[in-house]
């Protein structure tokens, strides 16, 4: 039996919560989607993912802070950032950190969509 893979979705855009959301529902992944930051980190804490996609910027708790949290609580976690105000520096620091993949917005969410395929298709051949 393959075991479902939970996706944890934060972007304080709703816009982009819910085609990210209904995106990968298509594939069989269970989507939790949150617009305010601080509430994603609150689940985090509660209830288990395997991968998180999170915007960068963001009121509050920004998307660094989310991948220290779940980093340093996860390491298996694979995280995604995306980010309408990223630098290439910005972009270096992140994957040096550990981050999984960076998107700069406006991105096309089938590309975002293959990324996240090839992370749950890393952590299969894990588990």
């Known amino acids: 039996m393959v075991k479902k893979i939970h996706i944890m979705v934060i972007d304080d855009e709703n816009i982009v919560v819910t085609r990210l959301k209904a995106s990968l529902e298509k594939y069989g992944y269970v989507v939790k989607v949150f617009t305010h930051s601080e ?75 293959d990324i996240v395929n090839k992370a749950v298709e890393e952590l299969q051949n894990k588990g």
């Open 39 to 113: 509430q994603a980190l609150q689940e985090l804490s509660r209830h288990h993912f395997d991968m998180i996609v999170t915007d960068l910027k963001m009121p509050g708790v920004d998307g660094m802070e989310i991948f220290r949290y779940a980093h340093t609580h996860f390491p298996e976690i694979k995280i995604i950032i995306i980010s309408g105000f990223a630098t290439v520096e910005t972009a270096k620091e992140a994957f040096k950190k550990g981050v999984y993949d960076f998107f700069v917005k406006p991105f096309r969410i089938s590309q975002l969509r």
